[in-house]
C-alpha cells in the first residue's frame, strides 16, 4: 500500500482532523503474530514443570491476558511449586529464544504503522508483554524505528482488562486519554481501552470472540480478524471518527 495518497497532509497541522489524535498499538497479535511463540514457550514450560499436552485450544484461552497474570493462574490450576519469578523469568526466557528465530509482522499493521509515522500521528505501544520481549520484537520486525514509545504491564500497577498501561501510553505521548484510539486483537484489551475513555479498532485474533460485547464497545471492528484488517480502512475510519468528534 502506498503511504501517499489524497488524505490531508500532515497532522501536526492545527487544521488537520487528527492534529489531536495518538494512536496506541497492543503488540502481541495486533502488530504481529506472535502467538504462536506464546503458546510454545508456554507448552515447553509446563511440560518441563510436569504437566502435558499443554494444547492450542487452552492457549486461546489466555490471549491478551499478560504474562505474570497467566503465569499466576497456571501456578494455582496446575499447583506448581515453582515461586512465580521463577516461572516468568523461565517463560520469558524460552519465549526470547523463540522471538529471536522470527516473529511475523502482519504487512497490512506495517502498512498503517508506516502510514501514521508519514502524517506525524503520536504513537505508542503497549503490551502485556515484558519490556525486552516488546524490545526484542520491535527490532527484530524493524517496526522500532517507528514504535519509540513502549509501556509493557511490568511497569504498571495492574495488566489488562485494567487501563494502566494505556493511561501510561497516553502520559509518555502527553495526550489526555481521550484523544488515544487503541488497536487491540482481544477482549481484555478492548475492555482496558474502554475503561482508559479511549475509541478501539478492534481486529479479533481468536475467531470465536468477534461477537463478543466488550469490542462493541470500541468503534470499529473487523471481525474477520486480520485477513479483514485494511490500513487504508483503518485510517479513513480514523479520519471520519476524529472529524466528528
Known sequence: MSTTSSSPGPAGHPGHPLAHTAVVFDLDGTLVDSEPNYFEAGRQLLAAHGVPDFGWREHEQYVGISTAETLAIWREKYALKAPLDELLAEKNRLYL??????????????????????????????????????????????????????????????????????????????????????????????????????????????????????????????????????????????LASRAES
Open 97 to 238: 529464544e523463540l522471538a529471536a528465530a522470527g516473529t511475523y509482522a502482519y504487512p497490512e499493521m506495517r502498512a498503517f504503522v508506516e502510514l501514521l509515522h508519514a502524517r506525524g500521528v503520536p504513537m505508542a505501544v503497549a503490551s502485556g508483554s515484558s519490556r525486552a520481549a516488546i524490545t526484542a520484537i520491535l527490532r527484530g520486525t524493524g517496526l522500532d524505528a517507528l514504535l519509540t514509545t513502549l509501556v509493557s504491564a511490568e511497569e504498571v500497577p495492574q495488566g489488562k482488562p485494567e487501563p494502566d498501561v494505556f493511561l501510561e501510553a497516553a502520559r509518555r505521548l502527553g495526550v489526555p486519554p481521550a484523544a488515544c484510539v487503541v488497536l487491540e486483537d482481544a477482549a481484555p484489551g478492548a475492555v482496558a481501552a474502554h475503561k482508559a475513555g479511549m475509541q478501539c479498532i478492534a481486529i479479533p485474533y481468536v475467531a470465536a470472540t468477534a461477537d463478543d460485547p466488550a469490542f462493541a464497545t470500541g468503534g470499529l471492528v473487523f471481525p474477520g480478524g486480520q485477513l479483514q484488517f485494511t490500513a487504508r480502512a483503518a485510517y479513513d475510519w480514523l
